[in-house]
């Protein structure tokens, strides 16, 4: 009887175990219905007819990806797999679980060398680790997307990336800044917090690199500290193949912003004569009337006061 008894109790330990992964998935699943249901703030990339939309977490994720990608100088190709693989392993979500010892955007495993449990859940070291593994890989650019990231994370499903390859390449357009106003998130109503400039600047550093702002926003001069506008000039990024110039950059600088704008509270970004406002998001960007130009040679982030 007792050998029984313990049988019995092992397998009713295991079916707790499984039936509290089970509630917890449940749990996690509605709360992600809450609030990313039909009221949710939701962000979009649409270009030549097709579209991509995603909510606020996953956006402000596929951002830094691609600020990490091109801050090195790589090219759009290699944001589209990075951007594809994640897609793939987490959904775009920073997630502290997975496969194993599996974390992160890329699910990437302090096991297998890829870093601290801390580091590999930062978006821009896990960014930037994927890089290094995908620069490796000759000729990864011109290789079919899945092959190009297997090569990176061995994964026991290689296939599975490339059914993320058509969104992913419509973000890696837009995010990259080729397309022009080809991003935008509609946000929800403010809730009347004011914004941090300081984080604003802290974040941008964090996802393109300490040269991205000026040596006046970068110090935080005491004019600029007061301010909640940050003044981003759009400076050309060379790659392997080409350079980007000022317009290009400019428009990635801005597409970021949208994309973090629900974080870190941006009310306004301008750009190139365009402008998109929190409080008219869901008309995207617009032609500013009567400012036309505002922006153009640099690109104006304004948060909430």
């Not at 249901?37 to 977490?57: F, H, I, K, M, N």
């Not at 000759?138 to 490339?162: C, E």
């Not at 604003?200 to 935080?220: N, S």
Request: net charge positive.
């Amino acid at each position: 009887m007792p050998p029984i008894f313990a049988v019995r109790r092992g397998r009713l330990l295991r079916v707790g175990a499984a039936c509290g992964v089970l509630l917890a998935l449940a749990g996690y699943l509605v709360a992600h219905y809450l609030t990313a249901g039909p009221g949710a703030p939701r962000c979009t990339v649409r270009v030549d007819g097709e579209s991509y939309s995603l909510d606020p977490e996953q956006a402000g994720n596929a951002s830094a990806i691609t600020a990490v990608g091109t801050s090195r100088g790589l090219p759009e190709r290699a944001v589209t797999i990075a951007l594809a693989t994640a897609m793939q392993e987490s959904g775009l979500r920073n997630i502290h679980h997975g496969d194993r010892d599996s974390q992160g955007l890329f699910q990437q495993r302090p096991t297998q060398g890829w870093g601290t449990a801390r580091q590999i859940t930062d978006p821009v070291y896990a960014s930037g680790s994927f890089y290094e593994h995908l620069v490796q890989v000759p000729g990864y650019s011109r290789l079919p997307l899945t092959v190009a990231a297997q090569k990176v994370q061995r994964s026991g499903f290689p296939q599975a990336y490339a059914k993320h390859e058509p969104g992913a390449s419509l973000l890696a357009a837009a995010l990259t800044g080729r397309i022009p106003a080809a991003f935008s998130c509609a946000t929800s109503p403010s809730d009347g917090k004011p914004g941090d400039p300081a984080a604003l600047r802290a974040k941008l550093r964090r996802d393109f690199g300490a040269e991205v702002l000026p040596a006046a926003e970068t110090a935080g001069r005491r004019g600029a500290a007061a301010s909640h506008t940050v003044t981003v000039p759009p400076r050309p990024v060379r790659t392997a193949a080409t350079e980007d110039g000022p317009r290009r950059r400019g428009w990635e600088l801005a597409s970021w912003a949208v994309a973090n704008a629900a974080e870190l509270r941006v009310t306004r970004v301008a750009f190139d004569g365009r402008v998109w406002t929190a409080e008219e998001s869901r008309a995207g960007w617009r032609t500013e009337t009567g400012r036309a130009g505002e922006g153009s040679s640099a690109v104006r982030i304004t948060t909430a006061q």
